[in-house]
């Protein structure tokens, strides 16, 4: 049935009431797609290609640390094992898990970038951000974390009724001084750069032209789902909308870069000082970290009100589909259901006994 414009009696190529309904113009034959349609396979795609380079991290994860050691084994063809088949050498341990690991995360998420042919410096905004935005974020990002905390270990607290619990990343210092400073390193610079990079960067960025708070929901729950732990995914979900939003309103990436490294190198100083004192001072210990982390996170959004009264203001989202449209065409995407069902499966499997 062809409809018409009601002004101009032109015939329009799709029914107003559903775009989804075109098909077939009377004298026209086929015609382009209405710009709702074009929307949602721009988004769909983006999915895709989100979900695959999403795969192909998981998949690196595996597979790189086998290749970067075969590389370092080319320059030193003497290099000791263990029985287990690690490298004897803790320098060397630190260097191939911290090449590794950024590489693949770094790898297939830029690949997806050249791909989609969009400006870099849109995609990663490495500018000069605003000093009067960012240095009260740092400090509201403190006190967030102890919400994140909170979060965590209700969470872990929630497993242990059904007598679970998730099986934590080793954050142990190695004895070898160059190999702590190479793990340090990779922990609180070199591995926040490449997250925001991702995260902050590649997806927020490309999912933005769709909304800026569906971007940065969607670039936070995958922040916290590619952790594959149950007790960390709600910190990382948390921070990633502080790190998000932020990132955001300066236009800078430097502004996630700066609150990431920050999180993380009170994490591991906190965790450094722990370690050194007795189990009877650590709860004292961290009652006082986290009591003038909120103090100073209070005293950062005072200041932030008072320069930049409008900053939380939520926009909304001017894009043509509903809300609900946009996030189950995301999340119908087949690389995406292939995405998150890995991601699960591997979540699972990091939960083990009591």
């Not at 965590?152 to 242990?160: D, I």
């Not at 991702?198 to 929901?217: K, S």
């Amino acid at each position: 049935m062809t409809h018409y414009n009601r002004n101009k009696g032109t015939p329009l190529p799709y029914s107003p009431n559903d775009a989804d309904s075109y098909t077939y113009v009377e004298g026209r034959g086929f015609a382009p797609a209405p710009p709702v349609i074009t929307e949602r396979r721009l988004l769909h795609w983006y999915s895709n290609g989100i979900g695959f380079a999403t795969i192909f991290f998981i998949i690196f994860s595996f597979s790189l640390p086998s290749v970067v050691l075969s590389i370092f084994q080319v320059f030193n063809p003497y290099m000791v094992f263990y029985s287990d088949g690690t490298v004897l050498s803790p320098v060397v341990a630190q260097l191939v898990d911290m090449i590794s690991g950024n590489l693949a995360l770094l790898l297939p998420f830029l690949l997806l970038l050249f791909i989609c042919r969009l400006p870099s410096g849109q995609i990663l905004p490495f500018r000069p951000f605003r000093a009067s935005i960012t240095l009260p974020a740092l400090f509201i990002a403190l006190a967030v974390s102890v919400i994140g905390y909170v979060a965590s270990v209700m969470c872990s607290t929630f497993l242990s009724l059904f007598g679970v619990q998730p099986v934590m990343a080793d954050f142990a210092f190695p004895e070898d001084p160059v190999a702590a400073f190479l793990f340090l390193l990779n922990l609180t610079l070199i591995a926040p750069l490449a997250e925001e990079i991702v995260f902050r960067g590649i997806v927020l960025n490309l999912l933005r032209r769709f909304g800026d708070c569906f971007a940065l929901l969607l670039s936070s729950l995958l922040f916290a789902a590619v952790h594959m732990n149950l007790v960390q995914m709600p910190n990382a979900f948390i921070m990633g909308l502080v790190i998000g939003y932020f990132t955001l309103c300066t236009g800078s990436l430097w502004t996630g870069v700066c609150i990431h490294v920050l999180n993380n190198s009170m994490v591991m100083l906190l965790n450094g000082i722990l370690n050194l004192v007795s189990a009877e001072q650590q709860y004292l210990v961290m009652l006082l970290a986290y009591s003038l982390y909120l103090i100073v996170g209070i005293v950062g959004l005072l200041v932030l009100l008072r320069n930049h009264p409008n900053m939380f203001q939520l926009r909304r989202s001017s894009t043509l589909s509903t809300e609900k449209k946009k996030y189950s065409t995301f999340f119908s995407s087949l690389t995406m259901v292939i995405c998150l069902v890995v991601l699960g499966l591997f979540t699972i499997s990091n939960i083990v006994p009591i």
